[in-house]
């Protein structure tokens, strides 16, 4: 049973509330839920949502971590929290009230961070359980209508949900509209003015094809192949515009996590430690929270990354007291706003690139490693000559850096309607047999010959699948 | 800012809790397509996997192909950044190359190789798959299936003493009923409406002897040819050949005993997973199988306690010279057997179709013993059938 009662869980909020609000921390209305450890891992399933379209996908995903609880290989966070307006979180009625505390404190910071970070600008949170429950109705009545039917909604949901991260990485820069386009490539094609034109050559004028479908090279695969595949039926299209809409509510949150879990573990740190918990609770908190922020070795908890990172900014790695006084409000000041305002303009990126110093690299013992055979070995520690590789690579990899970049190009590829894809090598080559695969998918969808332009080690390469199936071959 | 608390919270409710299943119809869509994956690749399984003669309880575990989510992602030759314990060298191994799992990130950070799994299955589940793909009817599916239920006791008369759940409640009432009139028919010990309680000479109880029935033993001699290539579709319709022959005769007798022989120009008793194992490449006598097969039959298992079933798989290749020594020896078998049979595995498209034992077995009139021809797997089931209306011990 545990240990507390709902009226401590409300008493301790309140408390909690109250440090928020004088520490300056802005969030939308928040609601908690309590749940059981079985209830946490349907949610884990379900991205949280509380309620979401149903794929066998999910299952997988909940025998998965079922079976790694069960085992007890991993623990169940203790904080999962919706960006909604009003913010939605779970406690797990199992924890211990200290858990509670820390969480509630937690969540606070995650929901100030939603609420003001510029990436979440886009995800329309007072709509956010709204959109995904008209989703979820959506979806099954398309798979209960006796004309279409699970079996022809689960092909393409399989298709949809391999491209869903294939499409714009910064969603808060307006896409431009076709017209928009246009206009630009034309005033891209006219000549420079030219000061000196009655005793020049009169430079040559190459009109824009304005024709060309896309224009310019498109990310946004799902919403592309809805709009320009004429044999596609409407019901398909919604499938790929809603596993796109999702994709993109789930960016923001992608693209900062390591931002976003720093800075709610700097304030629940803050928060408690301005609280004046009981000794007991105090001890198990401290425990507690380095448990969430330890490193984890060989690879990067973000939690630990980003919380060192902040304290930097806050002025404290460099040596400086904190000073808290008694109302617990810090003194610099000055500190609190840059972090205010950094919380707001940047994303993982951004961060990383503007805050994480080599000292701090080599203090937290970064390093790069790459594959050695069948190893991965250790290639550059963060000493001088190190660490700008180190850097390179690590702002390469946050965020949707693990998603390689792939462009539509051409819609009309041989005037034969194949899809021609390009993928931007940043010198990471895309993995093959992931590529054929999902490709594969691409076709499903596109309904005709698709090919992918690539590099494998280091040779121009042509992937192409269509109805003969897959074939490879080396461009010049 | 000092903004107006409205916080929320909502107590834990075990009802919901209850009835939250969420995940439950996506799970069994999720089985359903492992079990898909498998029944694609049950020939394989079913080549590679011990099953005759094994509980049915037995967990086996099989990869799972087909249900993998893939996405585009980067492969081999990423560089990837951690973070160390303060002691970083470089040169220092720090993880294997495939399946290492990079910093958590949501979905994108699926690697290759995490996704591939195996699932634990039991035997029963399998030989239910394996059933499936042979196109097995219903009817008999279950009779195979169903584990024999041999009674080993059984009831005879009744006692004044026993356990209680032996009590025999009617007979029980029926004494106490018939004490009743006995006594109250002499006026003296008449308790007239009186309580009339249950006495320890009322209590009836059901015997149970133990069933000294005949005991029934059976053995089955499976003979393979391990001469040439036994490839997978060739072990896979022997395997589940043998397997329903078990199987059958299982329900059938209460003792069964299995015996694997080998042979190529030599034969070998051997176990389960050497008998499916890659063979010998050679030359082929089958007497010699047929030998080893009559002396374990006259050294261990004699037809007058034994019923003896021998079945033979071969792709039909012998040695000429071998042919009327495999012939006699066939029917020495058949003389001893209850069944014995001979199947020649040709999967179609496969040569050598004037070498068959076939029409050497032609000359063999006995009314137990016979041929089948397997092209493939839709022939197990038919094939299964046509031997065993020749079997001699058939009721």
């Known amino acids: 049973m545990p240990d507390y009662t709902i009226e401590d869980i409300e008493h301790w909020d309140s408390r909690v509330h109250e440090v928020v609000a004088r520490f300056g921390l802005d969030t939308y209305p928040q609601e908690f839920d309590i749940c059981d450890s079985n209830q946490m891992l349907g949610y884990m399933a379900y991205s949280g949502m509380p309620s979401h379209y149903p794929h066998w996908s999910y299952g997988k995903a909940y025998e998965k971590l079922k079976t790694l609880y069960d085992h007890g290989v991993t623990g169940l966070p203790y904080e999962m929290v919706i960006n909604s307006n009003p913010s939605l979180a779970y406690l797990m009625r199992e924890n211990s009230l200290c858990l509670q505390i820390l969480t509630i404190a937690h969540v606070y910071a995650h929901n100030d961070f939603f609420k003001n970070n510029f990436t979440f600008r886009t995800t329309r949170p007072e709509f956010t359980m709204g959109t995904f429950k008209t989703h979820a109705d959506r979806i099954r009545a398309y798979s209960e209508d006796p004309s279409i039917g699970i079996d022809k909604v689960e092909p393409v949901l399989d298709a949809a949900h391999a491209l869903s991260l294939q499409c714009r990485r910064n969603i808060v820069v307006r896409k431009l509209t076709r017209t928009e386009q246009e206009a630009r490539s034309i005033e891209a094609a006219r000549p420079a003015p030219d000061p000196f034109w009655q005793i020049h050559k009169r430079a040559e004028h190459t009109a824009p094809e304005l024709h060309k479908v896309p224009l310019v090279p498109e990310e946004d695969l799902l919403l592309f192949i809805a709009e320009h595949n004429p044999y596609m039926s409407a019901w398909e299209k919604d499938l790929l515009t809603v596993v796109h809409e999702e994709a993109q509510y789930f960016i923001p949150q992608i693209e900062t996590k390591i931002m976003n879990e720093g800075w709610a573990s700097y304030w629940h740190k803050r928060i408690l430690e301005a609280l004046d918990l009981p000794e007991a609770i105090h001890l198990e908190f401290l425990v507690r929270h380095n448990q969430v922020v330890r490193p984890t070795p060989g690879s990067i908890n973000p939690y630990h990354l980003g919380l060192r990172i902040w304290e930097r900014i806050a002025g404290e790695a460099e040596g400086r007291t904190t000073e808290e006084g008694g109302n617990g409000v810090q003194s610099t000041n000055h500190d609190r706003e840059s972090m205010f305002q950094v919380r707001e303009t940047d994303r993982d990126v951004s961060f990383l690139r503007r805050f994480l110093s080599e000292e701090l690299a080599r203090d937290l013992d970064l390093f790069q490693y790459e594959p050695k055979g069948e190893d991965l070995v250790i290639s550059h520690v963060a000493n001088k000559e190190g660490w700008p590789r180190i850097k390179e690579s690590l702002l390469r990899t946050v965020g949707m850096g693990q998603v390689p970049v792939i462009k539509i190009e051409d819609a009309d590829f041989g005037n034969n309607r194949t899809l021609y894809l390009r993928h931007d090598h940043d010198g990471r080559d895309i993995h093959l047999e992931s590529a054929e695969k999902t490709l594969g998918y691409v076709h499903r969808l596109w309904g005709k010959e698709v090919a992918l332009e690539t590099i494998v080690s280091g040779k121009r390469t042509l992937f192409c699948v269509s109805e003969h199936g897959f074939s490879a071959k080396s461009l010049k | ?395």
């Not at chain 2, 004490?179 to 109880?205: E, I, M, Q, W, Y």
């Not at chain 2, 072990?235 to 059958?248: D, G, I, P, T, W």
């Not at chain 2, 030599?266 to 010699?288: D, H, L, Y």
Request: some cysteine.
């Open chain 2, 1 to 395: 800012m000092t903004t107006l608390h409205e916080t929320i919270v909502r107590p834990y409710r075990p009802a919901d809790a209850e009835r939250s299943d969420r995940s439950a119809g996506d799970r069994l869509r999720h089985r359903q397509k492992i079990r898909e994956s498998i029944r694609e690749n049950i020939a394989d399984i079913i080549a590679e996997e011990s099953i005759i003669g094994k509980s049915r309880d037995k967990v086996i575990k099989v990869p799972i192909r087909g249900i993998k989510e893939y996405r585009f992602i980067f492969g081999k030759n990423s560089p990837g950044v951690g973070q160390g314990d303060g002691s970083s060298e470089p040169g220092q191994v720090v993880g294997k190359g495939e399946g290492q799992e990079k910093a958590p990130g949501d979905q994108a950070g699926d690697r290759p190789g995490v996704d591939y799994y195996e699932t634990d299955i039991t035997l029963d589940e399998l030989t239910q798959i394996m059933f499936e793909d042979l196109e097995l009817p219903d009817l008999e599916r279950k009779k195979l299936r169903e584990m024999p239920a041999y009674r080993e006791s059984k009831r005879k008369g009744y006692r004044r003493v026993g356990i209680r759940s032996r009590l025999d409640k009617r007979r029980t009432v029926r004494a106490r009923v018939k004490r009743k009139l006995a006594v109250s028919a002499n006026p003296d010990t008449d308790p007239g409406n009186g309580r009339f309680p249950f006495h320890d000479d009322d209590l009836t109880f059901r015997h149970i002897v133990t069933d000294v029935r005949k005991e029934s033993n059976a053995v089955v001699l499976c003979i393979m040819d391990t001469s040439g290539s036994m490839d997978t579709m060739k072990k896979y319709l022997a395997r589940s050949f043998f397997f329903l022959l078990f199987q059958f005769i299982c329900t059938k007798y209460r003792n069964v005993a299995l015996v694997f022989i080998a042979h190529h120009t030599q034969a070998r008793e051997v176990t389960e997973e050497e008998f499916f194992s890659k063979g010998e490449s050679g030359g082929t006598f089958i007497s010699s199988g047929y030998q080893k097969a009559l002396d374990i039959i006259a050294e261990r298992y004699h037809p007058s306690l034994w019923n003896v079933y021998a079945f033979h798989c071969s792709d039909g290749d012998n040695f000429e010279s071998d042919n009327p020594a495999a012939l006699k020896a066939a029917k020495e078998i058949a003389e001893m057997a209850n069944l014995f049979g001979y199947g020649e595995i040709k999967p179609l498209g496969s040569r050598y179709y004037e070498s068959s034992m076939l029409n050497i077995f032609r000359r063999l009139d006995t009314d137990n013993f016979q041929t089948v021809l397997i092209e493939r797997k839709e022939d197990v089931w038919p094939s299964f059938k046509a031997l065993l209306a020749k079997d001699r011990g058939a009721d």
